[in-house]
């Protein structure tokens, strides 16, 4: 089992910058991928990006050169750079992890961009 806290939400103006961290209750060096999913009011559930256990990622067309996934073993942590932040990426944004073919989610942090 593995327990998914995110930090680091918070209020910034368009044009802005947030890192979003994820810390996990276990050692993530044998997850096989994490990632990062928001939820925008009234919006499905949607994948940002995701980072596989070799430290390959992987982005949604809409964030790709301007947010970055990255991963810290030592730390068991996940975390998400986020770039050039626009009014679009407001949302909630979640946490997951794929161990052992169950997906675990943390509880979600709120990003809200300012135009």
């Known amino acids: 089992q593995v327990q998914l806290v995110e930090s680091g939400g918070g209020l910034v103006q368009a044009g802005g910058s947030l890192r979003l961290s994820c810390a996990a209750s276990?050692?993530?060096?044998?997850?096989?991928?994490m990632g990062w999913y928001r939820q925008a009011p009234g919006k499905q559930r949607e994948l940002v990006g995701t980072?596989?256990?070799?430290?390959?990622?992987n982005y949604a067309d809409s964030v790709k050169g301007r947010f970055t996934i990255s991963r810290d073993n030592t730390k068991n942590a996940v975390y998400l750079q986020m770039n050039s932040l626009n009014a679009e990426d407001t949302a909630v944004y979640y946490c997951?992890?794929?161990?052992?073919?169950?997906?675990?989610w943390g509880q979600g942090t709120q990003v809200t961009v300012s135009s």
């Open positions: 997951n992890a794929r161990y052992y073919g169950v997906y675990y």
């Open positions: 980072i596989t256990w070799d430290g390959t990622t």
């Open positions: 276990r050692s993530i060096v044998n997850i096989i991928s």
